[in-house]
């Protein structure tokens, strides 16, 4: 049977593998000349990494245990920079949802693409702490 704590060590991977995979999509559609449809790839892995992280922030929220001294420090931290994350996705999906809706998805391209690079960089970090919990404190999530 399935335990509620297992609930979010499942979730977790999707926010970091859809986020990760799409920041690469997206530095392809910057730097490859010839289009092959890497940035809307990029803006449908942004889309499902957002929703996603939603779910994994939800199941940490609802469904991890308690910690006390080291490890809850972490702990903390990594909440911080999990909440960081999902606001990041957030708004990046949202400004980028913006511009596709108006039929132009390459405007600021550069500022959501700094954007992305900001939300790759704080769901690496996210990930990273939680990994030390599990493999430092033996604390499962």
């Known amino acids: 049977m399935i335990e509620t704590s297992h609930f ?8 970091i593998a859809l986020v990760t995979f799409g920041y690469i ?9 010839k289009e092959l449809y890497l940035s809307k790839i990029s803006f449908y892995l942004l889309i499902f990494g957002t929703l996603s992280a939603i779910t994994a922030y939800l199941t940490g929220q609802l469904f991890t245990a308690d910690m006390s001294g080291a490890a809850e420090n972490i702990r903390e931290w990594h909440e911080t920079f999990a909440g960081i994350t ?12 913006y511009y596709c809706y108006k039929g132009d998805c390459n405007k600021y391209k550069w500022s959501v ?3 992305y690079s900001l939300v790759t ?14 493999y430092s404190y033996m604390m499962p999530l």
């Not at 999509?25 to 000349?33: C, D, H, P, T, Y």
């Not at 999902?86 to 949802?97: D, E, F, K, Q, Y």
């Not at 960089?121 to 990994?131: K, N």
């Open 113 to 115: 693409f700094a954007l």
């Open 86 to 97: 999902l606001g990041l996705l957030i708004v990046t999906s949202a400004i980028r949802s």
């Open 8 to 15: 979010h060590p499942m979730m977790v991977h999707f926010p």
């Open 25 to 33: 999509a997206e530095l392809g559609s910057i730097f490859v000349k």
């Open 121 to 134: 960089i704080a769901v690496s970090i996210t990930g990273y702490l939680g990994g030390t919990l599990v």
